[in-house]
């Protein structure tokens, strides 16, 4: 299958033959059909062939707007009366193109260390977080945790919003000494995200 993006067009060439001995004006419609519903037409081309000739019919479409499979059909009419269907023998695929985040995460390290004196534990980590965009790029980075036994609640531990130029790179620290503790003989995972999608793998520590 073939795949295309949403609204964008195409042309579509098609050999057409007049093998019979007589000059015929031909009219021919190329046209895309999902679940029996026309949703893209090149409109009624018109073209004629002497006796025997053969030529290269061009078929502009603009695709449609929704994404799925669409079949491709192709009626060739002769005075308004339908000669003949056609049915392409690949269906094409319309389909919006996944963003890609600007922010690419990589080096993510943390450890637990125990405070002095005291039986909880903080915890410290790092990323590199790099743009990989061709613009400037600004996204709101953040640090979140969870403890193995209940990933479901995942905590925010920190925020910042970071602005990078095309391939700069930037090293994102978090020291939670005196601003958030962890209960001993715990395994917290870490890892950073930004409002745009990108995410950093993430890293575990026992306390």
């Given at each position: 299958m073939t795949e295309f993006l949403p609204g964008s067009r195409h042309t579509a060439h098609a050999v057409m033959t007049n093998n019979t001995t007589t000059q015929w004006t031909y009219t021919a419609e190329l046209y895309l059909v999902q679940n029996e519903n026309k949703y893209a037409s090149s409109g009624i081309i018109t073209f004629a062939l002497v006796a025997g000739a053969s030529r290269v019919t061009e078929f502009s479409v603009t695709m449609p707007a929704t994404e799925g499979t669409y079949k491709v059909y192709l009626d060739i009419f002769v005075g308004g009366v339908f000669l003949r269907g056609y049915i392409a023998t690949e269906d094409i695929v319309i389909s919006a193109p996944v963003p890609v985040p600007p922010f690419a995460y990589s080096g993510m390290s943390c450890s637990c260390p125990k405070e002095p004196d005291s039986a909880w534990h903080y915890f410290i980590t790092s990323v590199t977080i790099t743009n990989i965009s061709a613009a400037w790029a600004s996204a709101r980075v953040t640090l979140k945790r969870?403890?193995?036994?209940?990933?479901?609640?995942?905590?925010?531990?920190?925020?910042?919003?970071?602005?990078?130029?095309?391939?700069?790179?930037?090293?994102?620290?978090?020291?939670?000494?005196?601003?958030?503790?962890l209960t001993s003989n715990e395994t917290v995972h870490f890892y950073y995200e930004d409002n745009d999608g990108g995410r950093s793998s993430e890293c575990t520590c026992r306390t």
């Open positions: 969870y403890y193995a036994d209940d990933p479901t609640d995942i905590k925010s531990a920190d925020t910042q919003v970071i602005v990078l130029e095309p391939g700069e790179s930037i090293v994102y620290d978090y020291d939670s000494f005196a601003e958030a503790r």
